[in-house]
């Protein structure tokens, strides 16, 4: 992914030169971002659902002994952060070495560690309903479906792909990729054709961060209400 898309923005020029302005090449980094998260995916999701799928019996256990359940969904959240945060590390840094990114590093960093953290809760939650023999399989469906709805395929109607988180870390990283053309290409015109903005940089960090949060906060209904007869 990295090597393909080495270089890859080139809008039309502002006036008065747009008329003679090369033809434009502003839909790499739109599929770039669903490549990114679709590598992601398959990346993070098969090994989020051990978080708590692995240990389910000892949770009961533990339960059944009377110990707090809350404490439990948040010291095993806890102990997840490290891994996601060398796993997103690892990812950043080949990804970066092979396509020398526009996004500086630190941002970008940010925006996978994020995206990671969100992937994590979407394998918790799945680990939550369905058998452990199964949890890995459909954790990667879904977050592959996910990461599609990045904005990038404008067949799929775009009040869909709001309603995923892979929609809003893309708009992020587009901003930032296209960043440093601002003064030179239309890059509002590029962004209009995903239906990115480029004014909301901070709140697609948080949005993603909130879904992060939301899956993760359903997942512990799911832990705390399925199978409570084990549980007692």
Not at 12 to 31: C, G, M, Q
Not at 90 to 97: E, L, M, N, Q, S
Not at 106 to 118: A, C, D, K, S
Not at 187 to 192: E, L, M, N, Q, T
Request: net charge neutral; aromatic share 16%.
């Amino acid at each position: 992914i990295g090597l393909a898309a080495d270089g890859v923005y080139s809008g039309r020029w502002l006036p008065p030169y747009t008329l003679v302005s090369p033809a434009p090449n502003d839909a790499l980094i739109a599929e770039r971002g669903m490549y990114i998260h679709v590598t992601l995916g398959l990346a993070a999701a098969s090994a989020g659902v051990r978080t708590f799928g692995e240990d389910r019996v000892q949770y009961w256990r533990e339960a059944a002994s009377g110990h707090n359940r809350f404490s439990y969904f948040i010291g095993v959240s806890l102990a997840a952060l490290p891994r996601i945060f060398l796993a997103s590390l690892h990812f950043t840094a080949i990804f970066a070495a092979m396509s020398l990114p526009y996004m500086p590093l630190h941002e970008m960093l940010g925006i996978i560690f994020l995206v990671w953290f969100t992937i994590y809760g979407v394998s918790c939650l799945i680990s939550m309903l369905v058998a452990k023999e199964n949890a890995p399989l459909i954790a990667v469906v879904v977050t592959l479906v996910a990461g599609t709805l990045c904005g990038y395929a404008n067949a799929i109607p775009f009040a869909l792909q709001y309603m995923s988180y892979a929609r809003w870390s893309s708009e992020a990283m587009y901003y930032k990729e296209t960043l440093p053309f601002v003064d030179v290409m239309d890059v509002k015109f590029s962004a209009k054709i995903w239906e990115y903005s480029l004014e909301r940089y901070a709140l697609d960090y948080f949005i993603v961060f909130l879904y992060g949060m939301f899956f993760r906060a359903v997942a512990f209904g799911f832990m705390l209400f399925r199978n409570r007869d084990k549980q007692v």
